[in-house]
């Protein structure tokens, strides 16, 4: 271990150098506490290898792209900060005007899409019942034509039924003799 003397007339240094010193010393005591080889064979020399060409290439290919990006968003975020210093006095400044505006505005727009949501959902009730109109009918003809089939034959069987039973009545004695026949 070493012990090191920190000399500064800044006190912001004082701390910059008490981490880089705590540093040094969480190195040196991970950097004894590994054990290292000195003699190596050939074996082992050849699985010993650093990263590869490829690996290489794309750090330097890409190294460039990430520092480009990494500037223009930097630019990008200072920009908006001049920006939003620049703008804030002016809202301040026009906020009795602004306020109400956006207000105004927000419920213009609000009521132009409800309108339009009512509007659809009429358009699609419409849709509906014209569709439903045209299923009934499609199918009520014929099922007029059904019914009154059923009700012209349930009327003659009726009538037949009513005719019959006349005439059957109309031979027994009995009934003659009530209508003084």
């Known amino acids: 271990m070493f012990a090191m003397q920190i000399t500064s007339k800044l006190p912001g240094q004082h701390l910059s150098l008490l981490f880089l010193s705590a540093f040094a010393l969480y190195l040196a005591h991970h950097s004894t506490a590994l ?3 000195t003699h190596f064979t050939m074996a082992e020399q050849g699985e010993q290898k650093g990263p590869s060409v490829s690996k290489i290439l794309a750090v330097v290919a890409l190294l460039p792209v990430g520092g480009t990006l990494l500037l223009l968003s930097g630019l990008t975020f200072v920009g ?3 920006g939003l210093a620049v703008a804030t006095p002016l809202f301040i400044i ?3 005007v602004l306020v109400p505006a956006f207000i105004g505005i927000g419920l213009a727009v609000t009521g132009i899409l409800s309108s339009g949501a009512f509007g659809m959902t009429a358009l699609s009730s419409l849709s509906w019942f014209l569709n439903y109109i045209r299923r009934v009918t499609a199918w009520l003809p014929e099922y007029l034509q059904n019914l009154s089939d ?3 034959q349930k009327t003659k069987e009726m009538g037949l039924e009513m005719q019959s039973q ?5 031979a027994k004695p009995s009934k003659r003799i009530l ?3």
């Open 35 to 37: 054990p290292h080889k």
């Open 179 to 181: 209508f003084g026949l």
């Open 94 to 96: 026009f906020s009795p």
């Open 150 to 152: 059923k009700l012209g």
């Open 80 to 82: 908006s900060l001049i």
């Open 166 to 170: 006349a005439h059957e009545d109309w």
